[in-house]
């Protein structure tokens, strides 16, 4: 299995990883704000269809590496607020999210494989080719630091990682991979 996501469909990426388990304990990273705040955003949820799901991304909580120009902005932290689609505790949630006036839905899938867990990400109706490049790079780089949390590692650069990253995606995919 690669670390790297794919391209499955138009509009949709998709990113598996396996992480140490039980499935609990990776599920408690997904949805506890302040473990979820270690590797992706903070922010309380509903656990429920039609809860409210709060992202508060504050990235000087993952990294005290200088962020490139094009992301200074992020640093001071930001809010994203969406709509929980989906759950099923301990093996899935789904939720519809808004960005620059566009929803997606992201899936955050777990299936206990032995002592290990598969994480899967789907991220569907992305809007175009760059936006799906984008937010490869991010799940990537978010999910290299889950997976070092879980394994009590040191993750990669967060920055330097997103840039090589993105980079990546951007070689990889299609022109018409949004469709």
Known sequence: MSNYATNPAPKTVRLERLLPGPIERVWAFLVEPEKR???????????????????????????????????????????????????????????????????????????????????????RALPTRAEMVDVSGGWHAHTDILEALLRDTTPAPFWTNIERLEKHYGDAYPPNAAG
Do not use: C, Q
């Not at 509903?46 to 990235?59: A, K, N, Q, S, Y």
């Not at 930001?78 to 759950?87: E, G, I, P, Y």
């Open 37 to 123: 705040a270690r590797w992706f955003a903070g922010g309380v949820l509903e656990p429920r269809v039609d809860g409210t799901r709060e992202l508060i991304f504050m990235h000087s909580n993952i990294t005290d590496e200088p962020p490139p120009e094009r992301f200074k902005g992020a640093v001071a932290g930001f809010t994203s607020v969406a709509k929980m689609t989906r759950w099923e505790p301990p093996r899935a949630l789904a939720y519809m999210w808004s960005g620059n006036g566009e929803k997606s839905e992201v899936t955050w899938e777990l299936e206990a494989r032995g002592e290990e867990v598969l994480f899967v990400i789907t991220h």
